[in-house]
């Protein structure tokens, strides 16, 4: 598993210093944005989303699920690698973000500046979370290449389906109104908690599914 | 006997190709040269053995093991170079191999160290700029640097120069010397195993035509030559395929005593080669 990790940080280095410079420039342009919350949870999903695709690209190029299937490795630990692999950009995009506020906010470049908090953070695990799910059973079933028109369903039904969702729970005003009232009395800690459970409830199921469609692969 | 690798019944469908039940053997200390014309099966053959395909019937046994339950203990045994490189063109012979290293139980840093220095293998030029040759020394000094029993390796030698493909064929030979290692060796370029390989199987449109020692194949079959008009209807069933032009006849018999009775002194028997013999079965499916 860590001789995996560390292949795709060989191969996502130059991506991950530009990721720096991209921080930057996203973070001017967020700026304007009325949450600030928003702003990090923005930035972390740009960062993120593309080490994920440039990582898979670079497989499928190399066409390396040919070679890993040949050295001794169970297919679980290839496809798991995957999933690891999103915890490992999630806590590398936080420290750049962490990194690069700070520089700018020594700087006083942008007022009002959103820094990192654990709030934040659990947030971007969770959007990330819910992308990297629906994302990597697609990749993992069709590759890359045929997966990419599957991504660019999913970031905009994303975008439509949390509008739909929003509409959804109005509407449903008693069942809405008891989820709310639970969450009302929850602390944050709390909610963080269950949200942060769903998250990686997902993950594994997600992760279920990524390896059934990968042991019935032919390279 | 100790087989290393044992095929029985293998089969797999694809649309358009049938890979028909095959079975082959590998012993211990042998090299096993794997010949066909292209799309006769022989890439679909390996990559089953390795699990990359999966099989639709039949058994494959590596080192006694089935392949499938034992697969991470029989890769730990295995060395493998394919037909093209597989591995990250964007990163060096030293990231790469030192990914690959912590995988294999009875990784050899000195025998890896020893095979760099002799292939004269940069090791921190990225792998999309090293050569052809040089990429495939890289496959090979992988694949012989973790102490591995069988090494499976798919048309390593096609697009190789000829200096290059002499050299990787004597390091075949360095390897199987001690008798405890094995080679599974595709390719149609038979010239190649002319001179390294004790084996053959030859598989044509997806069955195996024969499998078994090289010198026993060569010896079993003749290559007559003749002047046309003695061939008939009658005496072309005795041979497996004949070509003929304005000059004669040119055909692979089996039966060199028969051959012999029927043509007296008028024809020439020779020993094929390998290629000889390729290219009247292959014929022979064609026109079938």
Redesign the interface.
């Known amino acids: 598993m860590?001789?995996?990790i560390?292949?795709d940080i060989?191969?996502l280095r130059k991506t991950m210093a530009f990721s720096v410079f991209y921080m930057f420039v996203m973070l001017f342009v967020f700026s304007r944005l009325d949450n600030p919350a928003a702003v990090f949870t923005s930035c972390m999903v740009a960062i993120i989303y593309l080490m994920i695709v440039t990582g898979c690209a670079?497989d499928e190029?190399?066409?390396?699920d040919?070679?890993f299937?040949?050295?001794?490795?169970?297919r679980s630990v290839i496809v798991g690698e995957k999933y690891l692999m999103v915890i490992v950009y999630v806590l590398f995009g936080a420290a750049v973000y962490g990194i690069v506020t700070r520089v700018i906010g020594l700087l006083g470049l942008i007022p009002n500046l959103s820094f990192l908090t654990l709030e934040g953070l659990l947030a971007a695990f969770i959007v990330v979370s819910f992308l990297a799910s629906i994302y990597l059973p697609v990749y993992f079933k069709f590759g890359y290449i045929r997966s990419k028109i599957y991504y660019f369903i999913l970031f905009f039904g994303m975008f439509f389906g949390i509008s739909l969702l929003i509409s959804v729970i109005s509407s449903d005003s008693q069942n809405a109104g008891s989820l709310l009232s639970f969450l009302a009395v929850q602390n944050g800690a709390v909610i963080g908690i269950i949200l942060t459970g769903a998250a990686l409830a997902m993950l594994a199921a997600s992760f279920g599914i990524s390896l059934k469609i990968y042991k019935?692969r032919?390279? | 006997m100790d087989n290393m690798l044992q095929v029985q019944n293998l089969t797999k469908t694809f649309k358009g190709f049938k890979l028909d039940n095959i079975s082959f053997s590998l012993e211990k200390g042998y090299i096993m040269g794997f010949i066909g014309p292209n799309g006769a099966g022989k890439s679909t053959t390996i990559k089953l053995i390795m699990n990359l395909l999966k099989k639709d019937a039949g058994d494959v046994l590596v080192f006694g093991l089935d392949h499938i339950k034992h697969e991470k203990e029989i890769k730990n045994r295995i060395g493998f170079v394919y037909d093209e490189n597989y591995y990250y063109e964007e990163l060096t012979p030293k990231q790469m191999a030192g990914i690959i290293a912590p995988l294999y139980k009875n990784w050899d840093d000195n025998a890896f160290n020893s095979y760099v220095k002799r292939f004269e293998l940069p090791l921190n030029k990225k792998i999309k700029e090293l050569s052809k040759g040089m990429r495939m020394k890289f496959s090979l000094a992988i694949a012989l640097s973790h102490n591995a029993d069988l090494l499976i390796m798919d048309e390593p030698t096609s697009g190789l120069d000829p200096i290059i493909r002499n050299e990787f064929l004597d390091i075949l030979t360095g390897v199987c010397r001690d008798e405890e290692k094995s080679v599974f060796f595709s390719t149609h370029i038979t010239s190649d195993l002319d001179k390294v390989a004790d084996y053959i199987t030859f598989i044509c449109d997806g069955k195996i035509v024969f499998s078994s020692a090289k010198d026993d194949i060569l010896e079993s079959y003749c290559l007559v030559k003749g002047a046309n008009g003695l061939v008939g209807e009658e005496e072309k069933k005795s041979f497996i395929g004949i070509r003929e032009n304005r000059f004669g006849f040119e055909g692979l018999a089996k039966d060199r005593n028969r051959i012999r009775r029927m043509f007296g002194d008028n024809v020439v028997i020779d020993r094929p080669t390998l290629e000889d013999i390729m290219l009247f079965y292959t014929r022979r499916n064609q026109n079938a």
């Not at chain 1, 190029?61 to 390396?64: A, L, P, Q, T, V």
């Not at chain 1, 299937?69 to 169970?74: E, Q, R, V």
């Open positions: 860590l001789s995996l560390l292949k060989y191969l670079l190029k190399n066409k390396s040919v070679i299937n040949s050295l001794p490795l169970s019935n032919e390279f």
